[in-house]
């Protein structure tokens, strides 16, 4: 059933893109959710890809067990009611039967098992990385630093329905920010999360990467994504952390490497400059009407 409300949602997200006549909606669609979505955000990442695929795969095992108990509960109501068969069989044990009813649920937890392991070892064996970002969760925004490129840091914060159309009109409310993470395309990101020390947890999340991962105060987690296409990918805070929760989205552009280079250099003399100035303390986001 939901193989087919997922191909729906396929379907309903091409006419979206047919009807929209420009890539950019389709690439907008990759890393977002859209109206009358079923299923998952299309995968960015060979993780979520994986991901996808064993999620369909334990699909037709569940909708084959469903159908098979179903028509045996069929089969003993029609067949063996009082009505049709009054005198029961007394028939205890057969040998038979009882190795299959433990054979193949045997088998059908070693299909889901063997999948399952190489899917978390390929989560949580992260390779070598083209680049290091570190996510920190504070109440309620995220900021980010690029170890790899010196003193590279900066808050993201959400842009609220004032700022959003002024700025970036094409972007959804209450996924936007005003500072994208930007990552170049087709490399190893390992992403280290931690959460303000002082702080509560939250959780990184960006749904087309296939990731999630808790923001711990005082601990540093660390996962991976390497996004196979250019475009603007949007998660939240996925850990209920207090009044903003809500508000708190995170976006990642992902860009060519030419782009990432000259993002990296605009964005040192951008931040830093930020940072040199004297800086009042930025108000939180106000929850959105
Ligand atoms: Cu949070």
Not at 45 to 66: G, N
Not at 118 to 147: C, E, H, M, R, V
Not at 195 to 214: E, L, N, Q, Y
Request: proline fraction near 7%; charged fraction near 20%; charge should be neutral.
């Amino acid at each position: 059933m939901q193989v087919l409300s997922r191909l729906i949602g396929v379907a309903a997200g091409a006419l979206a893109v047919l009807m929209g006549g420009s890539a950019a909606l389709a690439q907008t669609i990759m890393g977002q959710p859209h109206p009358r979505q079923l299923g998952l955000q299309a995968a960015a990442t060979p993780v979520m890809e994986d991901l996808v695929t064993f999620h369909d795969w334990l699909l037709v095992i569940i909708t084959v067990i469903t159908a098979f108990v179903l028509a045996l509960l069929l089969i003993c109501m029609v067949r063996f009611n009082r009505r049709r068969n009054p005198t029961p069989s007394r028939t205890t044990h057969n040998t038979f039967i009882e190795v299959i009813w433990t054979v193949v649920p045997i088998m059908i937890l070693t299909g889901i098992a063997i999948p399952s392991f190489k899917l978390l070892f390929f989560q949580q064996n992260i390779p070598p990385a083209d680049l290091t970002i570190k996510a920190q969760g504070n109440q309620w925004y995220w900021s980010y630093s690029y170890p790899d490129n010196g003193k590279l840091e900066f808050d993201s914060r959400m842009l609220d329905e004032t700022d959003r159309p002024k700025q970036k009109p094409n972007e959804p409310r209450l996924l936007a920010v005003d500072n994208d993470v930007v990552v170049p395309v087709n490399k190893v990101v390992r992403v280290q999360v931690t959460a303000d020390a002082s702080g509560v947890i939250h959780s990184f999340a960006v749904p087309a990467f296939g990731i999630k991962i808790d923001a711990v105060p005082g601990r540093l987690n660390e996962t991976w994504f390497k996004a196979e296409h250019e475009g603007i990918y949007y998660g939240q805070c996925s850990e209920l952390c207090g009044r903003d929760h809500a508000f708190m989205p995170i976006a990642v552009r992902v860009v060519s490497d030419a782009e990432f280079a000259t993002w990296v250099e605009d964005a040192k003399k951008k931040f830093a400059r930020e940072d040199s100035a004297p800086t009042a303390v930025a108000a939180v986001p106000a929850a959105m009407q």
